[in-house]
T-cell receptor, first 113, second 114 residues
Framework: AQTVTQSQPEMSVQEAETVTLSCTYD???????LFWYKQPPSRQMILVIR??????QNATENRFSVNFQKAAKSFSLKISDSQLGDAAMYFC??????????FGKGTRLHILP | DTEVTQTPKHLVMGMTNKKSLKCEQH?????MYWYKQKAKKPPELMFV???????INESVPSRFSPECPNSSLLNLHLHALQPEDSALYLC?????????????FGSGTRLTVV
């Protein structure tokens, strides 16, 4: 079975600090992409960052970066200089070639002022 | 235009009503999706349209009926729903090969069945 696991249902971080959200996945496919989505109270799912499984270099988007460990099937999201607007539900997702997408259960991130 | 627009934002309907949810995008994306999301849960795939043809139906009850009139528009027709169908319904679109580029999501329709 193909799974995505987010082991932290909730996390809190002080504003301006750094936080890391964990995600592990399991797939037998060799080709896949990994994504992090953010869902604030406004409800819209917003794509935060994307990682191609065949690329060893970790993806970075401004304050967001990933630590991709393919052998360990780990795909964690690091948010630097946390801002109040980062408060949201974060979903890790594994996309497979046949349009099959597996979402994790999400991590709710609170930013403390 | 880089948005997926969903209307209405909120909908309350009785179990005998017929209503429709609408989703529109003008990014030239050729794949469109309906997802259902319960509170504090990840989205669950319902339907996938690829080039205006239904390509995936995740065993959704027939009281949900999707329609894709053209490449920019996706509807979800609702009839005889149950209270357990109350949820956030998200529409998404993608360039060819969603697995490479991910989705652009709309803000959803919050549906309450009474």
């Amino acid at each position: 079975a193909q799974t995505v696991t987010q082991s932290q249902p909730e996390m809190s971080v002080q504003e301006a600090e750094t936080v890391t959200l964990s995600c592990t996945y399991d797939t037998s496919e060799s080709d896949y992409y990994l994504f992090w989505y953010k869902q604030p109270p406004s409800r819209q799912m917003i794509l935060v960052i994307r990682q191609e499984a065949y690329k060893q270099q970790n993806a970075t988007e401004n304050r967001f970066s990933v630590n991709f460990q393919k052998a360990a099937k780990s795909f964690s999201l690091k948010i630097s200089d946390s801002q109040l607007g980062d408060a949201a539900m974060y979903f890790c997702a594994c996309y497979l070639r046949d349009d099959k997408i597996i979402f994790g259960k999400g991590t709710r991130l609170h930013i403390l002022p | 235009d880089t948005e997926v627009t969903q209307t209405p934002k909120h909908l309350v309907m009785g179990m005998t009503n017929k209503k429709s949810l609408k989703c529109e995008q003008h990014m030239g994306h050729r794949a469109m999706y309906w997802y259902k999301q319960k509170a504090k849960k990840p989205p669950e795939l319902m339907f996938v349209y690829s080039y205006e043809k239904l390509s995936i139906n995740e065993s959704v009850p027939s009281r949900f009926s999707p329609e894709c009139p053209n490449s920019s528009l996706l509807n979800l027709h609702l009839h005889a729903l149950q209270p357990e169908d109350s949820a956030l319904y998200l529409c998404a679109s993608s360039q060819g090969g969603a697995w490479r580029y991910g989705y652009t999501f709309g803000s959803g329709t919050r549906l309450t069945v009474v």
